[in-house]
């Protein structure tokens, strides 16, 4: 039966994108998380859309849910059409970073931005040179809401997992060290358990509370270390380092930075623990911007680059602290 001109007035762009989804997932909850909407929402559109289509579109069957005849009819020639507004409408335009202008927002704990940025900054500029950044703190659970209130374009941290609308790529894959003035405390690299556990600790958690990744570990052998600093930011730990009798597990890269920079000694943690992922987060809505691939790609290479280096020069780096 044809759709009267009353019943197309009912209809709008997101009815027939709704469309598109419920019947090529076969599944109203399945349709809803690709459109982001609660479930009720999604099944008051299929409710709408049999009203207007006249048609049942989703039936159940004994293999779950099934298109009807004429979703499928309808379906096969409103897609072609539906991508082709698409690609009219929102399809980004193309980002030429050397001569367009623009402002990324990053969201990042503190010492991955000593980590990345000064190569990141270095590359963005030889290659764009009108892109400007602005970093702001963000760790584990600010992530998300960072992106939904538009507070960051792109975060690069350590991230829980997200809503789902929220897109993730896990870039690297990164493990601890321990940190410490060699001279002051008379030890050298690697720390035996008795030597960590001698002496008192700094911590950086991201909730600033008393306790790191090593303490779990610890309290599973029935042993325990002395903290008697806490902080959420790193930037003043390695001058603390340098004038108290005191070690910190910090992630491997500031570490190493911080060996090689403050003249610190690094060396292996003695307890076991696993190590944790450095990913980019973004929003779905932001997906087809060109300028947040450009952006995202660069990142990428830099974590590539930075995490390579850490094989070649580490017995250097370790001899040099070790003196």
Known sequence: MAISENDFRKLDLNLLVAFQVLVREKSVSRAAERLFLGQPAMSGTLARLREVLQDDILVRTGRGMEPTTKALALYAQLTPALESIRATLLEQPAFDP???????????????????????????????????????????????????????????????????????????????????????????????????????????????????????????????????????????????LRRAAVIATVPEHSAQQWADVFGLTSSPVPVRIAPFAISMIWHAKREGDA???????????????EMSKQTVPARKRRKRAQR
């Open 98 to 240: 050397a001569t367009q202008s623009r402002t990324f927002h990053l969201g990042m704990r503190d010492w991955v931005e000593t980590w990345l940025m000064p190569e990141l900054m270095a590359r963005v500029q030889l290659a764009a040179p009108r892109v400007r950044i602005a970093v702001r703190a963000s760790d584990a659970h600010l992530g998300a809401r960072m992106l939904q209130n538009e507070e960051m374009d792109l975060g690069v941290s350590v991230f829980s997992d997200g809503p789902p609308w929220q897109r993730r790529e896990q870039l690297a894959a990164m493990g601890y060290r321990c940190v410490y003035d060699g001279h002051r405390l008379g030890l050298r690299s690697p720390l035996t358990l008795e030597e960590y556990l001698t002496h008192p600790h700094l911590v950086t958690p991201a909730q600033g509370n008393f306790r790191g990744p090593v303490d779990d570990e610890l309290v599973g052998r029935g042993k325990r270390r002395t903290i008697i600093y806490t902080t959420s930011r790193f930037a003043a730990l390695p001058l603390i």
């Open 291 to 305: 300028g947040l691939q450009w952006l995202r790609s660069v990142v990428r290479s830099v974590v590539e680059s």
